[in-house]
């Protein structure tokens, strides 16, 4: 396979029906990359600000994502003033997947189907209906 090197460059590369496996991208703007009809399994993506993302009519199975947010302090770019925009996650099958050590304060789940949710062990059900019966 030929490598192609483009360093300290601008190019606007237009890629339709090619095999670039194994390429890498590093220190680069990539803004309003557009990717349709493609195969990226194995693809990691770090350091990367990746502000207004939207992912649609993806095959997330198997996906990591971790240590999201903005940096924490320590870091060469941590402000303490930032605050994270909000996330929106719609229309996703998130069934059987964990949510761990994650800040989840002022989340809103709404018409979704929480049949065997669990908070810290508890069902999510149980917790509805305990509310309920208070009231």
């Known amino acids: 396979m030929q490598t192609l090197n483009i360093i300290n460059d601008q190019k606007q590369l237009n890629v339709r029906e090619a095999n670039l496996a194994g390429s890498k991208i590093t220190m680069a703007c990539i803004?309003?990359?557009v990717m349709n009809d493609v195969s990226?399994?194995?693809?990691?993506?770090?350091n990367a600000n990746l502000s207004d993302l939207e992912i649609e009519g993806a095959q997330l199975g198997?996906?990591?994502i971790h240590?999201?947010?903005?940096?924490?302090?320590?870091?060469?770019?941590y402000d303490e003033t930032?605050?994270?925009?909000?996330?929106?996650?719609?229309d996703c099958d998130l069934n059987?997947?964990?949510?761990?050590?994650?800040?989840?304060s002022n989340v809103e789940i709404t018409d979704c189907d929480t049949t065997g949710t669990k908070i810290n062990g508890i069902l999510v059900?149980?917790?509805?209906k305990a509310y309920k019966s208070a009231w």
Request: aromatic letters at 6%.
């Open 67 to 77: 240590n999201i947010g903005m940096p924490p302090k320590g870091h060469p770019f």
């Open 62 to 64: 198997g996906a990591y």
């Open 82 to 90: 930032a605050k994270q925009r909000p996330l929106k996650f719609e």
């Open 40 to 46: 990226a399994t194995n693809v990691k993506i770090t």
């Open 31 to 33: 803004n309003d990359l």
């Open 96 to 104: 059987g997947s964990t949510i761990t050590n994650c800040d989840l």
């Open 125 to 128: 059900d149980d917790l509805l």
